[in-house]
């Protein structure tokens, strides 16, 4: 990312603003950079090159169209605007995003809005493939970490996987019991973990159980502790653990961003939003993305256990910032 970043300011000088980036398969990233240029005088714009020196070979320049109409794109931008503002988007995101989508060009702001969702953001549909890295999902106090878990292992069951469900939450009351009721459903083993010596000891049993997935519940957990934090970290160094923050809709958008990026100190590179069934503002989910740098996983959208998780991709995004309206 360094890279990339000096090698925007080499060619298109300092006042260049980076307006979208994107993590590339295999490696690597893609930075996409503006510059405001007086319109007298205007140098010819370079051929892409990538991070090598070498010119892109990815069809690149098609997506700078001179010949729009400025009232359509003013109408697009209008548009927008409003759908951001209505769901208390930040100002830097919506700037982010109608920059990108004025940009990438589209002739609806539907269309606008969802290519400027899959440049600037990431997504990814957690696997059920066996065997993947445990799963920790971590999340403020009463984000749903608990439910999530539970739809996380039904539909791996009724996948056919062998699944473990383990559980650090051992001091709130019901925390257990709430996550029992579940497991004894599915039929899959429920273990407990109190401390990070006692969750290695636990991984170590769900293994040799068979398990081809492991899900781990916590406690709820106050971001702005450090000793909660600490904690926390000392539990993911038990394992290879992918960790998925746990974000509700609806939630303040500045404090869903600290949130965000707090954890992502941890090393979580995931959000699984969760209440979308009942949330009508949804700019927080962005602006934790956008804060702490995160792709969206899998989102909970309903409370029911066995269809509760969809993928969300730049569409269903879209979707629920742009929903259309029945008559």
Not at 68 to 73: L, R, S, Y
Not at 160 to 173: F, H, P, Q
């Amino acid at each position: 990312m360094k890279e990339a970043m000096q090698l925007v300011k080499d060619m298109l000088g300092e006042d260049a603003v980076i307006i979208g980036t994107k993590e590339e398969k295999g490696g690597g990233v893609r930075l996409t950079a503006a510059v405001e240029q007086d319109t007298e005088d205007r140098p010819s714009l370079p051929e892409p090159m990538n991070l090598f020196g070498e010119h892109a070979d990815d069809g690149g320049g098609d997506w700078l169209h001179e010949d729009g109409n400025d009232d359509e794109d003013e109408a697009i931008i209008e548009h927008l605007t409003d759908v951001l503002l209505t769901h208390n988007v930040p100002e830097d995101v919506t700037d982010h995003i109608i920059s990108c989508a004025t940009i990438l060009g589209a002739t609806d702001p539907k269309s606008a809005l969802i290519a400027a969702l899959e440049h600037i953001f990431g997504y990814r549909s957690l696997p059920l493939t066996p065997y993947q890295k445990p799963i920790m999902l971590l999340g403020a106090p009463g984000s749903g970490k608990t439910l999530n878990a539970a739809k996380l292992a039904a539909r791996a069951v009724m996948n056919g996987r062998k699944v473990a469900l383990i559980t650090t939450d051992t001091v709130r009351a019901g925390g257990v019991e709430q996550l029992a009721a579940f497991t004894k459903i599915l039929k899959v083993p429920l273990l407990k973990a109190s401390s990070p010596q006692e969750l290695k000891v636990a991984l170590l049993e769900a293994d040799s159980k068979g398990a081809e997935q492991i899900y781990i519940d916590t406690a709820g957990i106050n971001p702005f502790d450090p000793q909660s934090m600490k904690q926390t970290a000392k539990m993911l160094a038990m394992s290879n653990i992918e960790a998925l923050l746990v974000m509700p809709a609806g939630g303040d958008a500045a404090e869903s961003g600290e949130i965000s990026r707090v954890f992502a100190a941890l090393g979580v590179r995931w959000i699984m939003p969760s209440r979308l069934d009942i949330a009508r503002r949804i700019g927080g989910l962005l602006e934790a993305a956008h804060q702490g740098g995160m792709s969206f996983a899998d989102a909970s959208y309903t409370p029911n256990v066995a269809d509760g998780l969809i993928p969300l991709t730049p569409e269903r995004l879209a979707e629920l910032l742009m929903p259309v309206v029945k008559k």
